[in-house]
């Protein structure tokens, strides 16, 4: 008769307790139990894998949506991690992206840190709707022969200099 597993399930983060390892389901629903697999590691104890549900439930309650900069710094104060400047968020865009943070190889704040960040990134990348960015007119060519306005890209140079596609056409047989 199989035993039933022992199971921990905390704010909605589950691990289990199976073949003598606890393991835990990833972000993608898959059961990960050790290994190099993202967060994934054999927990010994019943009270690592209590703490790091209890870790991965607080690192989900930093997620969410993009933040203005007063919210920002209030979030950073609730979560008790570094508040960054603007250009200090900005220079590291990438890594925050596209970096891979997860327990236990980097701690719970070291990974919220990175999350506000990069809520606070998405904020600063949004464009913004008080500031309209001037629409230039398209600058267009003058044809010398008859004076039409058109796109410098349809200028035709000829032995007479440039021309309009029209002026061209008439002026086949005097190139």
Not at 33 to 62: D, F, H, S
């Amino acid at each position: 008769m199989v035993k039933p597993a022992k199971r921990i399930n905390i704010e909605g983060i589950e691990a289990r307790y199976y073949s003598g390892r606890w393991g835990r389901f990833d972000q993608d629903g898959y059961w990960v139990v050790g290994g190099n697999v993202t967060g994934a590691t054999v927990m010994a104890t019943e009270e690592e894998a209590i703490q790091r549900c209890r870790n991965t439930a607080l690192i989900k309650t930093a997620e969410g949506m993009p933040l203005d900069r007063a919210t920002y710094e209030a979030e950073c104060d609730r979560f008790g991690v570094t508040c960054h400047s603007d250009e200090y968020i900005d220079s590291g865009s990438y890594s925050l992206r596209y970096g891979d943070f997860h327990l236990p190889e980097y701690s719970p704040s070291q990974i919220i840190e990175r999350k506000l960040a990069l809520r606070r990134l998405g904020e600063m990348e949004r464009p913004s709707t008080a500031a309209a960015v001037p629409v230039s007119k398209p600058t267009l060519a003058e044809c010398p022969r008859c004076h039409a306005q058109v796109s410098p890209s349809l200028m035709m140079a000829g032995s007479l200099g440039p021309l309009c596609p029209d002026c061209y056409d008439d002026a086949e047989g005097d190139l």
